[in-house]
């Protein structure tokens, strides 16, 4: 029997988190697979974390990461690193996930080659195409290429539907960060972080916050900042955890407004493993990212999104996620009323996540084996 050659393509740390359980996945059934790994390093030391984490091996490595490197360089640089290895490799489907440039390029490089595209994390939409920006395009072109969409939600096969995607080409699967975040998480996890091995969990209420996107630089980051200091000054039981994204934009505005504040621990990023597990550990979630509005209510902790909307309406929907912008005031007053009433923070809590069970790579390695025959 000749093996379905799969070759899987990411360069970021959130994909990698997010496709290293497929990939695994595809290890263990390697009577059936010929599959091979492609980095991209559009992100290198976050990428490679993620890497020794989870034990994964590239089989090939772009290595395309520059200093200032724009978008136009990330994409042209993959288009061409990876046509030349799809020539010799000769896959049967790549597989690319979400909505990173790494992930449109790959795809648009498969096109070229004529060669199947599988889309992981399919069918979220904003309806903006600025916001999150390149993401929301990023993620739509890929969807016009693909040819298998692996869909975390019955919202995101409506979104593919309604783009006139076949329906029989569309895949409900749950999401493999699930897969991932069950993984890692312990309980019984100690931090080695110096901050965070000293921060008392038990007693304190951690709010953890992450905020990085392109739309939110300069006076909406800033408004953002304002109200969480508002918060800490207010409640003494309260401290933030920020891992401050390496962009200097957001390293500058978070120490202008949040350096000097008590209980406020400005940190640098955190590995994968770390951070799962301070999500587990933390009362609540401030982001304007996209897959921890996933994670946390896997875990059971209410997510405030810094943004005016989310590709991930789903969880909104479900009660696990609250879109508060970034206006200062609305900002203070929702975090303010999660820390007061109970009743409102517990049916946070305890709401469904719509995410998955913790068995999406096994559904999306089963399909492609039943799909693809040679």
Known sequence: MNKIKVISVFGTRPEAI???????????NSEYFDSKILVTGQHREMLDQVLDIFKIVPDYDLNIMKHNQSIVDITSEVVKGIDEILKDFSPDVLLVHGDTTTSFAAALAAFYNHVKVGHVEAGLR????????????????????????FAPTKGNEENLINENIDKEHIFVTGNTVIDALLSVVDSKFRFEHPV???IDFENQRILLLTAHRRENLGKPMEDIFKAIKRIVLEFDDVEVIYPVHLNPIVQKIANQVLGEVKRVHLIEPLDYLPFANLISKSHLILTDSGGIQEEAPALGKPVLVLRKETERPEAVEAGTVKIVGTNEMNVYETIKMLLTNDYEYQKMANAVNPYGDGSTSKRIVNIIKEAIHV
Do not use: C, Q, W
């Open 18 to 28: 997010k496709m290293a359980p497929l990939v695994k996945e595809f290890i263990e």
């Open 126 to 149: 904003s309806g903006n195409k600025y916001s999150p920006y390149p993401e929301e395009m990023n993620r739509s072109l890929t969807g016009r290429i693909a040819d298998f969409h």
């Open 196 to 198: 965070l091995k000293k």
